[in-house]
T-cell receptor
């Protein structure tokens, strides 16, 4: 089966610092990866669509300068939360789309900003 | 109005019960539909796709009514391990984006 990993699985950082989250497709190439955010008791909300070798497409209301996305290879996309604040504390989940258009989710990264 | 709406629950049922979840969607351009299961603090996992003709996978049956823009999931003979949040998901074929409902929480008790 297709496997997607995320690193780190959880992170605690201080307000004002930046945090980088990695999403890797381990056994397939993913030209497209998606980044989601989930607040407690809420649904997954798509933040941005990341295409290998091009700029990410952000959903309405998501600040592209705050959430930097880089998709430099067919197996790796990174999300950097810059100048993190407590309200950025959330569960960040990526998914990678295989050539057959099936999407596979990573295990998520729990970010806590103090 | 949310694009995909679900009753958040929780639905508390005893083991062995049959339980049904409903979901409505507002985007008529949505082409594909799915039910995902999400355990606490975990990523969502695909439970099953939903087809217009209705489909069954073991104890799980999914139905889609395009005219009413309504999707359902029926779970028969509930197990303790079925306790989770069930997410109704739509996908617009053009953009390939998944749109998640807020989920319906199911608690199965002994």
């Amino acid at each position: 089966g297709a496997v997607v990993s995320q690193h780190p699985s959880w992170v605690i950082c201080k307000s004002g610092t930046s945090v980088k989250i990695e999403c890797r497709s381990l056994d397939f190439q993913a030209t497209t990866m998606f980044w989601y955010r989930q607040f407690p008791k809420q649904s997954l909300m798509l933040m941005a669509t990341s295409n290998e070798g091009s700029k990410a497409t952000y959903e309405q209301g998501v600040e592209k300068d705050k959430f930097l996305i880089n998709h430099a290879s067919l197996t790796l996309s990174t999300l950097t939360v810059t100048s993190a604040h407590p309200e950025d504390s959330s569960f960040y989940i990526c998914s990678a789309r295989r050539v057959d258009y099936e999407q596979y989710f990573g295990p998520g990264t729990r970010l806590t900003v103090t | 109005r949310k694009e995909v709406e679900q009753d958040p629950g929780p639905f508390n049922v005893p083991e062995g019960a049959t339980v049904a979840f409903n979901c409505t969607y507002s985007n008529s351009a949505s082409q594909s539909f799915f039910w995902y299961r999400q355990d606490c603090r975990k990523e969502p996992k695909l439970l099953m796709s939903v087809y217009s003709s209705g489909n069954e996978d073991g104890r799980f049956t999914a139905q889609l009514n395009r005219a009413s823009q309504y999707i359902s999931l029926l779970i028969r003979d509930s197990k303790l391990s079925d306790s989770a949040t069930y997410l109704c998901v739509s996908k617009n074929t053009g953009f390939q984006k998944l749109v998640f409902g807020t989920g319906t929480r199911l608690l199965v008790s002994p």
